[in-house]
């Protein structure tokens, strides 16, 4: 049998965890997407310079990412290491395209890419495992757990945004996952803590909020009331040591800037009309996961732990209907895997297409790809790259081919994503008429 | 007794110390993680880099280059209009203005070890241009000077300054074209700029460049702003001109600038606000590079925890540590 049903580290384990590192190791350190982890290496030269994550530009989002990295550099330059980037003369004429992704000539050092990409299947391989845990605490099968897990590590898209998007999404994942396996372990002030940090790298997992609440209510009805106390004590705790630095030095508006120039009004009418309808889906995501944790708290559950992780599969499904940049999707990723494998079966085509389509999406700047590739190694000349880089070179309107490539990738996932809505639209409508496939 | 461990309590406790442990090592990082020194021997100079963690580094010796400035002003007024064109920045950044140039720009020199910064308005700008210019630099991002310094005319304050030996750094627009009269702006026309350069050779050309002069300064300064809009056509100077073009050209003009006036000279950088011009600006000020410098050696390596070595004397070495990723810089005359 490939996955037995004893120990974790099974060889068909060992096998997927063989896999997924080659295949990020190999993927991750020849192709890399510049534009973001060049970001990083700025991030890491501004800190270092000594002025903090937001004195100077380069870095965007709230400071948890950013004191991530900075561990990371650490042990980067512990290694020895010292070359993290370098601006190409030759790739200058990318910067002349304006594009949704943007490109730049600067290109991360391999070393660096590939230290990323280590850093980054550590937490996929981390995230996969929990993905197990998860499973086997709350449906109680362990070879439907390490199938979950292998799925989880070998899905495609989760290997194009960390390996080659060199994007910090996955430790968001991995955050919320924890928060989710702590409050089922009756964990509520580390739960607390977690969500506070998830919040502060990314604000997607944060909507769920309300589902927690309720979950810690109706799980502990006769002591739920200290436990959310240590909820909210973790939090706050954790809020106010990681927003220290940024209250001390006045940046705290800095470190909220992504957040809030999603929602900042912009100067064209198309621009006004997209904004307003940002704040108004958002807020309409936010009353429906507050439908949500009624519902889940009016609810009788056979099996409450059971429950929760179906109810925050939906809470990410209401979040994620409104489309947005491919690598947010990533936090539904393991609920849906989980939704598959363990209570409804006909997820699994929207959820190897959802894989496929998001894919597709996130590699709409592939010809930056390969920038790497071209300027520091033999195996690519530059006379190829811009060969790669001129099928992309065509106007459809006001659209460059990489442009092109996004919005098709956009149309695709957001298939994909419906097409997983539509699925648990008949599994409700199936489980409310009693009519349970499984 | 069950002796489980409890993995998500273990993960989570190890990514918390991992968050925090990085939040230290932020919050404690600086300029005193770092630090230069040279000495002279034999017509060669010894340098010696000390630096927290692994960098590259450049080392780069000059002659006919410039003591580092006794003193920088960085003018700023809101009660004078700035003739400057908004730029995007990326999505959630802070939108690229006047006021936040400045404030970057004082960081960007602080790291620099150029501390001896001031923020200077009409009134302050005036009395430094008063005067001697010898040794003070004066950074102008704001696309035109005010009226009491500069009135499009030859009497003007700034152009005694310079030629003094004041060093004038700007950006933003066309260097002459405007002067600010309160919150009016008066365009003496393109052909102003002759009162700076010696001859109106202004193209207002939005060029981003794809190659780079022929003088090394580029790759020894790891210069990073590839346009030359606002720069001078350097074939167009008068032949008796003191001027260098560096960093990156279209063949005709150069992202940075050196023209020199009197004893001193302007500083142009090409195209409108971005940060890669911030640090171009910021590290040509900190080289101690004028009109006249040219390059006498260079010499790039690495640096974990402690590096040394030579190289050929000039006038001023600069070292800059970090490349492209610039974490410090230290000028030090040659004695």
Redesign the interface.
Known sequence: MFFDDRKFLCKGILLIIVIGIAVRLISGTLLTYNYDVY?W??T??N???????Y????Y??T??W?????????F????????????F?DL??V??DICYS?HTA?VPSIPFSAAVTVMLCIVDL?SA??VY?LVKEVFHDTVKAKICFSVYFLYSFLIVVSAIGGMFDPISV??LL?CV??LI?G?EF?AG??LS?VALLKLFPAFLIFLFVAYVIVKHREDWKPRLLKAVVGAGL?AA??ML?QVMDGTIA?SF???L?RAESTTSLLDTIVSSVSIIGYLAIILANIVLAYHFMKRKHDDIDASFVIYSFVGLLILFLMPGAPQYLLPMIPFLIIMTYCVESRFKVPMLLLMVFASVYMLSPLAMDFASLAVYTDLLPMDSFRAIYGLFDFQVYELNGFDVWNRIGLVLQTIGVLLVAAVTFIWVRDRVKGTDSQ | MNARI????V???I??V??????A???T?????YSTDVSMRDGEVSYDITA?????YDVISMKDSLDRPQEVAIYYDEDYISVVNSVS??????A?DEKYYVE?MV??L??RDISNVRIVDENALRIVMDRDGDGVAVVCLSGSLPKSVYNGTADSPVLKWISSGGRLYWAGNVIGQYYSDGQTAVDCGLSASALFLGTACVDTTDA?????MANRFRDAL?M?N?DTLYSPVLLQLPTDSRALGIG?TDGQRASVTFVGLGDGFVCIAGGDYS?FQRIDLAQVLAAGIGPDTAVVDVVHG???GHASGKIPAGDHVYICI???????GELHEVE
């Open positions: 970001h290496t700025l890491i030269s800190y270092e310079a000594g002025n903090g994550l004195q100077t530009a380069g965007y989002y400071p948890v950013g004191y991530i990295l900075a561990t990371f550099a650490q980067y330059e512990l290694l020895g290491l010292d070359m993290i980037g370098d601006r003369v200058l004429f910067e002349d943007p600067f981390v495992y929990l845990w991995l955050m924890l396996c702590l372990k964990q580390t803590m977690m940090a954790a040591v990681l630095p800095d800037s992504f957040v120039a | 409890n993995a998500p309590l993960i989570a406790v990514l918390l991992v968050i925090v442990a990085g939040e090592i932020v919050f990082s600086g300029h005193q993680d927290r963690g692994s960098h590259v920045v990326a999505v959630g950044g802070r690229l970057q960081d960007t602080m790291l981003k460049v794809h190659d780079v790891s990073q590839n990156y940060n690495s640096v974990s970090g490349g492209f990723f610039p974490v410090y």
